[in-house]
């Protein structure tokens, strides 16, 4: 379903906060991908990075932002927001001034209605921080913004309940998802043999993707893809993690490219995403899952916060310990058939309910209505 009738909608103005630029996969899928769908909308969306792409780049590269560049990201974002009274609604990527007091962001909102948007359980940065003064200090920071915002939009239920919790008058859940003309059917993909075109390689890859400051929950399945190595062939494509140990394990090290990440996933054969079972972890919204469906990957994951109802046993495997990691995988690796069923099913999935097409329409409703008061 399309957004339609903009002719007849007044256009509400917008301002976005986002947290990262594109560089940034939350920031990426939860606002960046929406904005031309909500400018079609009569949406005008004004947006602002609080951190952008090459400073992230350079945490990436040193190991921090600097201090220099993040004075000078929150000037702007002070400055943005002094602005806040010439726009109908704010829409805030998780929160506005991190790490701020919260009587100061919530002055500097004042008088507009705010929209936050959830796709991590950021708030357990402040609540379960070591630190005893952090946690007494910012503990109720986000809960106190999310009682104050006009809607909160959570990417799973339990970022949604923690915003019930906290007094937010109006919450809804809203999953992370991908842009289906990004990803092509797995049909689309096949050669006149039924052989997809992405690769002349024949080996078999499992796949994992994801950042620098992520790639250490591969650990977690350490020994069931050593003990896998030791019976069958295969390769380890890690995208976007840089170098990996797992000794014994072929590990290709592909660095990431939205303009490469389709390709580079599509040319697997499995899809994993390995979890701790932590309060952080609960609220991730499984977006490397919902890629590898979209690519007509099936897949295993840790049976942890929403990947539970993402990966049904129409789709693939949740495997807890490294014995139910190790059967899952190599089940598929030895079953052509059986992964090509679960890929599609997979895919259904991704089209019916983790697309933008789907959400879209959706989030320029809510936006709208908020803008409207």
């Not at 796709?119 to 003064?133: E, G, K, L, T």
């Not at 807890?320 to 997979?346: C, D, I, V, Y």
Request: proline letters at 5%.
């Amino acid at each position: 379903m399309g957004i339609q009738g903009r002719d007849t909608l007044k256009q509400v103005n917008l301002l976005v906060l986002t947290k990262y630029g594109r560089l940034g996969a939350s920031s990426r899928m939860r606002s960046w991908q929406y904005v031309p769908w909500l400018q079609r909308a009569a949406i005008k969306v004004t947006a602002l990075a609080l951190i952008p792409d090459e400073v992230l780049q350079n945490r990436y590269r040193r190991g921090g932002y600097g201090l220099g560049a993040m004075l000078r990201s929150y000037g702007r974002r002070v400055i943005v927001m002094f602005r806040r009274g010439s726009f109908d609604a704010v829409w805030i990527e998780k929160e506005a001034m991190p790490w701020m007091p919260l009587w100061l962001e919530r002055v500097l909102l004042r008088g507009v209605p705010y929209v936050l948007d959830y796709d991590d359980a950021i708030f357990h940065n402040y609540d379960c921080h070591r630190s005893r003064v952090v946690r007494h200090v910012f503990g109720k920071r986000l809960d106190g913004l999310m009682a104050g915002a006009a809607l909160v939009i959570g990417g799973n239920s339990y970022l949604a309940q923690r915003a019930e919790d906290a007094g937010a008058p109006w919450v809804e859940v809203l999953p992370t998802t991908i842009d289906l003309a990004r990803y092509p059917r797995p049909t689309d993909m096949l050669d006149n043999d039924g052989q997809v075109n992405a690769s002349v390689d024949e080996r078999v890859r499992i796949v994992w993707i994801g950042s620098p400051s992520t790639v250490r929950y591969l650990q977690l399945i350490r020994e069931p893809l050593q003990a896998l190595a030791a019976r069958r062939p295969f390769a380890l494509r890690v995208i976007g993690g840089g170098d990996v140990d797992l000794p014994g394990v072929d590990v290709e090290v592909l660095p990431w490219s939205e303009e490469t990440e389709v390709e580079d996933i599509i040319a697997c054969d499995v899809g994993v995403m390995p979890l701790e079972d932590s309060p952080w972890e609960r609220g991730k919204c499984a977006y490397k899952l919902i890629q590898y469906m979209a690519c007509g990957l099936p897949v295993v994951a840790s049976p942890v916060g929403v990947n539970t109802s993402i990966v049904g046993r129409d789709c693939g495997f949740l495997a807890k310990s490294s014995e139910e990691w190790l059967a899952a995988l190599e089940s598929l690796l030895s079953a052509p058939a059986l992964r090509r069923t679960l890929g599609q099913a997979g895919r259904r999935k991704v089209e019916e309910e983790f697309c933008i097409q789907v959400t879209a329409p959706r989030l320029a409703s809510l936006l709208r209505q908020v803008g409207a008061k």
